[in-house]
Structure formats: C-alpha cells, structure tokens
C-alpha cells in the first residue's frame, strides 16, 4: 500500500518570504502522480500542482514550484513571495497509474503572516 | 472550468433522522465520484467510491448500512446518513474524476453536518 508523509505539522513564513513544504511517499510503482492541494478556511480543496513520475522536469505553476526526487521519494512544494491567501492546509496526495483514489497526506497548515 | 457542486453546505439534524448530501457535477459527466470525511484538523479520509449505475465500493470500516450512497447519473452521487448520531458529526467531501487518464479530480465544496 502506498503512504504519503508530511513531518510538518504546522508552518509559518513572513509575506514575500520563501517556504518550502515536505512530502514524502512510499510505493513500489513506477508509474504514477503527485498532487499539493490547498485548503483554505473555507475548506474548498484546491489543487495546486501536480506532478506526473515518468517527467524528470519540476513542474510550476507561477509562484508555486515543486522538488521531484524520484529515488529519494520526496515531493517537496516551494512557495516563492508568499501572500496571505496562501494561509491554508496544504495536502501532498499520490495515485498510481492504474488507481482511481487518491492518498492523501497528513497535511501542513502554513500560515503567512505580516 | 469544471465545477463540482455539494449540497447542502451545512446540515444540523436531530439524531436518529437521515440526511441526504448531493454532489453534482455541473459540466461534465463523472462516472467515478468519491466520498470524504475530514475531522477538525485532520486530512480527507476516503469512505466510498462512487460508480454510476453500480454499486458504491467502501473502504475497511466504513458501515455501507449507515452511509448509503447513490450514483444513478453521470452528473449526480448522493450520501444519505442513516440514523445519525452525534458522532456522524463531520466534515464531508465529495470529488468528481473527470479525466481518468490525466488523473484530474474536482472537489466540492463540502458539508458540515452536525448531529445534535
């Protein structure tokens, strides 16, 4: 069974600054994707950025990057300029290939502060 | 864009009662739609996959009798919670797969139901 991991329960940055998100997972696939979806209080789960395994390429979406270490298993999200909209949970999640459902991780609140 | 709509948004019922949340899929049809509960600070806990026109799949632990779900279009699942009681009481989420291949999941905007 696949798992997904994030070590960090709560974070904190200050509005501009850099933060960076941990993810790590488990699975014995080759193929399949990675996800960081948002939720902010009004608890609409957004989706943030995916990665597919078999693309070496960081995937990012504007201010939004990601850290892709295949053999290492780890799936990292950079939040470059941080903004108060960004405070939130933030949910690493996983699917292989072949599945349907998603594994979600335990997730991170970030909160952006002045 | 594609747009997954859930209602309703808040719920509270007296306990014994069934309550019937809807999630529908406003601009494509989803054969596949999926069920979460989420408690207070904790992540999205898979219940059920919902397939149109066949039986929902449960995950280990989770009461098919208490949590009846109904995907009879390609627009539109239901949970209905049986017989609430107090500890029902949570935060559900629905999703909707529109792209099997890409793997693209939309989610509603979620329920709170309480149980009093």
């Known amino acids: 069974a696949q798992t997904v991991t994030q070590s960090q329960p709560e974070m904190s940055v200050q509005e501009a600054e850099t933060v960076t998100l941990s993810c790590t997972y488990d699975?014995?696939?080759?193929?399949?994707?990675l996800f960081w979806y948002k939720q902010p209080p009004s608890r609409q789960m957004i989706l943030v950025i995916r990665q597919e395994a078999y693309k070496q390429q960081n995937a990012t979406e504007n201010r939004f990057s990601v850290n892709f270490q295949k053999a290492a298993k780890s799936f990292s999200l950079k939040i470059s300029d941080s903004q108060l909209g960004d405070t939130a949970m933030y949910f690493c999640a996983f699917i292989s290939g072949t599945a349907s459902k998603l594994t979600f991780g335990t997730g991170t609140r970030l909160q952006v502060t002045l | 864009g594609a747009v997954v709509s859930q209602h309703p948004s808040w719920v509270i019922c007296k306990s014994g009662t069934s309550v019937k949340i809807e999630c529908r899929s406003l601009d494509f049809q989803a054969t596949t739609m999926f069920w979460y509960r989420q408690f207070p600070k904790q992540s999205l806990m898979l219940m059920a996959t919902s397939n149109e026109g066949s039986k929902a799949t449960y995950e280990q632990g989770v009461e098919k009798d208490k949590f009846l779900i109904n995907h009879a279009s390609l627009t539109l699942s239901t949970l209905t919670v049986t017989s609430a009681h107090p500890e029902d009481s949570s935060f559900y989420i629905c999703s909707a797969l529109r792209d099997r291949g890409a793997h693209g999941y939309t989610f509603g905007s979620g329920t709170r139901l309480t149980v009093v």
């Open positions: 699975t014995s696939e080759s193929n399949y994707y």
